[in-house]
């Protein structure tokens, strides 16, 4: 089954620093990666989509990048804003069943002004 | 703007009472999924159909959850008799296909007492 860990569980940083989310996954047969905001009583808004043959993905301040072999990605915002507080959730389509999401338990973000 | 909708938004239920929750995918999408959030189990699919028909259901328990599509416009989940346990948000889904972008609704939170 397919494992998706999020690290760090929760980070606090003032406006305007540089963040790095990382997210692991245990099964590399995956067929994409998609990174999620989720704000508090809130549902999941998608922020990037990697598919397992690109190497990254971009959205304004937001860069995603996947290491497919490795089992890795990040999530890179750049200056940061306290509107970027929110849960970031990674989700991986594949491993042993192509077609389902398997969740990371999300990284809690907190900036600060 | 499209948007996958989901009603109710709350529901408050006692132990035993059947409780069914309705999904509209984004019109052209053929694949639903169902997931619920619990503090302690995080995201979890449920279960999802492509082209109306079920593909995986191996994460509800069929003893007393249900999930159908009676037309391309709509889903249902249906929980029958609803249990304490069964208190989350379930969330539902929709992509044009499995392995593309999956849109969530804002929820159904859900209290069984």
């Known amino acids: 089954k397919q494992e998706v860990t999020q690290i760090p569980a929760a980070l606090s940083v003032p406006e305007g620093e540089n963040l790095v989310l990382n997210c692991s996954f245990t099964?590399?047969?995956?067929?994409?990666l998609q990174w999620f905001r989720q704000d508090p009583g809130k549902g999941l808004t998608s922020l990037l989509l990697?598919?397992?043959?690109?190497r990254e993905q971009t959205s304004g301040r937001l860069n995603a990048s996947l290491d497919k072999s490795s089992g890795r990605s990040t999530l890179y915002i750049a200056a940061s804003q306290p509107g970027d507080s929110a849960t970031y959730l990674c989700a991986v389509n594949g491993g042993s069943t192509l077609g389902r999401l398997y969740f990371g338990r999300g990284t809690q973000l907190t900036v600060w002004p | 703007d499209a948007r996958v909708t989901q009603t109710p938004r709350h529901k408050v239920t006692e132990m035993g009472q059947e409780v069914t929750m309705r999904c509209q995918p984004i019109?052209?999408?053929?694949?639903v999924f169902w997931y619920r959030q619990t503090m302690m189990q995080g995201l979890e699919l449920l279960a999802y159909?492509?082209?109306?028909?079920?593909?995986?259901d191996s994460g509800m328990p069929k003893d007393r959850f249900s999930a159908e599509m009676p037309d391309a416009t709509l889903a249902t989940l249906k929980i029958q008799p609803s249990e304490p346990r069964d208190s989350a948000v379930y969330f539902c889904?929709?992509?044009?296909?499995?392995?593309?972008?999956?849109?969530f609704g804002p929820g159904t939170r859900l209290t069984v007492t």
């Open positions: 889904a929709s992509g044009y296909d499995r392995f593309y972008e999956q849109y």
């Open positions: 990697i598919q397992s043959s690109q």
């Open positions: 019109l052209g999408h053929n694949t």
């Open positions: 159909f492509r082209n109306r028909a079920p593909l995986d």
């Open positions: 099964d590399s047969a995956i067929y994409n």
